[in-house]
């Protein structure tokens, strides 16, 4: 079992950037793909990137944020980043990091794959 705690969040203006941790406590962090995840007020929750457990540590990004934003891990810490620069007031969500235990690398954008989630962290961007 894995307990997953974003932090991180905040109010910035557009352009500017954060960096989310995701902390985890349990055994075994190397074995889960780690992801990222977002809900805007009024929409559904959306992937935003993830880290795949194996295979290197091959990474995915949603379309709306390649380029601008940068999914990480280090292992020895059982920490996930997300650095997100030049950021939009459409990036403004709450933002949600999940795991998912030994995941086949085609579910990396898949809710229903990820096993544990966090409480959230909510990131405004002021235009």
């Known amino acids: 079992q894995l307990q997953v705690a974003e932090s991180g969040g905040g109010l910035v203006q557009a352009g500017e950037s954060l960096r989310l941790s995701c902390a985890a406590s349990g055994r075994l962090f190397s074995w889960y793909t780690m992801g990222w995840f977002r809900q805007a007020p009024g929409k559904e929750r959306e992937f935003v990137a993830a880290?795949?457990?194996?295979?290197?540590?091959?990474?995915y990004y949603a379309d709306s944020v390649k380029g601008r934003f940068t999914i990480s891990r280090d292992n020895a810490k059982n920490t996930v980043y997300l650095q997100m620069n030049s950021l939009k007031p459409e990036d403004t969500a709450v933002y949600y990091c999940?795991?998912?235990?030994?995941?086949?690398?085609?579910?990396?954008?898949?809710?229903?794959?990820?096993?544990?989630w966090g409480q959230g962290t909510q990131v405004t961007v002021s235009s």
């Open positions: 880290v795949i457990w194996s295979g290197g540590g091959n990474t």
């Open positions: 999940a795991a998912d235990y030994r995941a086949h690398s085609s579910n990396y954008d898949r809710q229903g794959s990820y096993d544990y």
